[in-house]
């Protein structure tokens, strides 16, 4: 022990309290909670921003393979007389990248690219007509939507919770928006 100024004996103060101890793990306590429950809103925003992007990406290269008119095997030109074309039908996990043989929408005379899985959870809820198709027909390239409507739109939401969506919209003019 040490001796103050004033000749008294005082102990040396290091360390925390059993209170202080006790204060600081509630408060982290409360961060820790407050943290871990806002996790799973967030997530599930950015999954459905994830697929939302993903589809305009696959939309956007469908109409860059029409404007450079790409060639593909099955047909024999070698380009899709009738461009390239992105299907989607509600209620589904995946959507279809097509090379369209000329009448405008998907069926056993194109060519399927490929089938494209949404993310895990997400799902089509809607569509401004059912089953959309989105077709680019080079070399301008001209954008025609099944059932002739001057706009398409995609919404998707998550399989647990259809409440929470995510709508991308298509016009004429190849301008892709989505909107929460």
Known sequence: MKKSKTGFLTKNNIGFTVFEIIVVIAIMAILSL?????????????????????????????QSMAMSA??????PQGVPPGGYGVEF??????????????????????????????????????????????????????????????????TICLEEDESKTKAITINKAGMIDFVE
């Open 89 to 154: 039908e509600t209620n589904r996990l995946s959507y279809i990248f097509y090379g369209d043989s000329g009448n405008m929408f998907y069926d056993s005379s194109d060519v399927l690219i490929k089938e494209i899985p949404l993310e895990n959870g997400v799902k089509i809820c809607s569509l401004s007509s059912a089953p959309l198709s989105i077709n680019f027909t080079p070399p301008d390239p001209t954008i025609t939507f099944l059932g002739g409507n001057p706009t398409a739109t995609i």
């Open 34 to 62: 407050i943290v871990f429950t806002n996790y799973r809103s967030g997530e599930t925003r950015n999954l459905l921003r994830r697929a939302a992007q993903k589809i305009t990406l696959d939309i956007r290269s469908a």
């Open 70 to 75: 790409k060639e593909i095997e099955g047909f």
